[in-house]
């Protein structure tokens, strides 16, 4: 990799670490900053949305009522996977939540699955065929952006909440928030405790995403830096073998994540349905 070889371990990871912004080269220096757009982030979270929405539609078009194929076996397993664990944690209507948890696990693998592209894919080939800057920083994975998976997990937040409403109704989910799990005296306790728990469940929920596809993306750019920038013989062999070791043992990571995070939204799906 040439820029291995014109840059340090360290600078290299560092540009690799780098999103595609709307202010250009500028990176973000501060940990909150709201004028920054990550449209590396956006584009292929749509792209794998798409995907996604592609692929289930060409699996209700070619369903058949007969003997069904390889590709309508594969889906029909994994809706009857996900609409059974939807049944037994959400006790309501699950005729929208079941494909919701569908919708998520899908789109969640779809964006893991990028993490297989090899990691100068983009700034050592696509970019100068296409004509564009190689050092222009672009990361593909989205679920290694904490801003897209607090973004999805926000998501989840608002229908948790949507449903405490809609099941409890306004005055008893007021009720709950102040009431339980130390009853009405201790009201101001049971409200801190409660948005304690709504903010905890919202973070954990992306950070957790995230803390394993960033481990997985920057193991990746790890041994791309220090063995393929030694430019020797064995540093060659090396980054092939601990690459595709790192590979097959990211092969269970990649749709693990997608159904740990699946199936907690199944579950907060489920407390929301349930009343103290």
Same mark, same amino acid.
């Given at each position: ?6 840059? /340090? ?9 780098? #999103?595609?912004?709307?202010? &250009? *080269? *500028?990176?973000? /220096? =501060?940990?909150?900053? @709201?004028?920054?757009?990550? !449209? ?13 929405? !592609? ?6 078009? %070619? ?23 939807? %049944? =037994?944690?959400? *006790? &309501?209507?699950? =005729? ?37 800057? *190689?050092? @222009?920083? #672009? ?20 229908? +948790? ?6 099941? %409890? &109704?306004?005055?008893? $989910?007021? %009720? ?15 409200? @801190? ?13 992306? +950070?957790?995403? $995230?803390?394993?596809? $960033? ?15 030694? &430019? ?15 590979? !097959?043992? #990211? ?26």
């Amino acid at each position: 990799m040439s820029s291995a070889e014109q840059v /340090t371990p360290s600078e290299y990871i560092t540009h690799h670490l780098g #999103h595609l912004t709307n202010h &250009g *080269h *500028h990176a973000q /220096t =501060s940990l909150w900053d @709201m004028s920054y757009l990550n !449209i590396d982030t956006v584009i292929w979270s749509v792209v794998c949305g798409l995907l996604g929405s !592609i692929i289930m539609y060409m699996a209700a078009r %070619k369903a058949t009522s007969g003997v069904p194929g390889r590709f309508q076996c594969a889906v029909e397993m994994l809706i009857e996977m996900v609409d059974n664990n939807a %049944k =037994s944690i959400v *006790h &309501g209507n699950t =005729s929208f939540i079941a494909p919701m948890a569908l919708s998520v696990f899908v789109w969640v693998l779809l964006m893991n699955s990028l993490d297989f592209l090899p990691v100068d894919l983009f700034s050592q080939w696509l970019f100068p065929v296409l004509g564009l800057d *190689h050092e @222009m920083p #672009h990361r593909v994975v989205p679920t290694a952006d904490l801003n897209g998976t607090l973004g999805i997990s926000i998501g989840i937040f608002g229908l +948790m909440m949507y449903y405490s409403f809609k099941i %409890k &109704g306004v005055g008893g $989910f007021i %009720k709950e928030l102040f009431s339980a799990p130390f009853g009405p005296m201790m009201f101001p306790f049971n409200f @801190m405790l409660n948005v304690v728990e709504y903010a905890a469940k919202t973070f954990s929920l992306g +950070m957790r995403l $995230f803390g394993n596809m $960033f481990a997985g993306e920057l193991l990746f750019l790890l041994i791309a830096a220090l063995l393929g920038a030694s &430019g020797s013989l064995f540093g060659g062999i090396g980054h092939l073998v601990l690459g595709s070791a790192w590979s !097959i043992f #990211h092969i269970l990571i990649v749709p693990l994540q997608a159904f740990i995070f699946m199936m907690l939204t199944l579950v907060y799906m489920g407390q929301a349905h349930e009343a103290h």
